[in-house]
């Protein structure tokens, strides 16, 4: 069967968390998602900077740990981290939250690509 990539713009912005702030967003993912093999993973990509002390966070996707770095200060980096389809539920809407666990960190443009069958 053949399929595609797709994706939904999470956020088209920026935002600042403190430690202990978290960040929750809400979207559909299509009901036709390849719930994910070995070669079909979703990918969470996005844009982050932390204080130039550094700082460390933490994302969950439906109550799903996926992503947890440290990360030195003062550079903004595109990140992005493949995770199994199976945290993803199709037809409904799923969670993707962001937490700061230590110093603040600043996010941007968040991407979630997956594969959709055709």
């Not at 966070?57 to 981290?81: A, H, M, V």
């Not at 960190?105 to 055709?118: G, H, N, Y």
């Amino acid at each position: 069967m053949a399929s595609l990539c797709n994706y939904i713009v999470v956020n088209d912005g920026s935002f600042s968390l403190n430690p202990g702030e978290r960040k929750t967003f809400s979207d559909p993912i299509p009901s036709n998602l390849i719930i994910g093999t070995n070669r079909a993973k979703p990918i969470l990509a996005f844009k982050a900077s932390a204080t130039p002390s550094g700082g460390a966070f933490q994302i969950e996707i439906n109550d799903t740990f996926i992503y947890g770095p440290s990360k030195s200060g003062g550079d903004i980096r595109g990140l992005w981290e493949a995770f199994p389809g199976t945290v993803l539920n199709p037809g409904i809407n799923n969670t993707v939250q962001f937490r700061a666990t230590e110093n603040s960190i600043w996010f941007a443009d968040i991407i979630l690509w997956f594969q959709v069958d055709m």
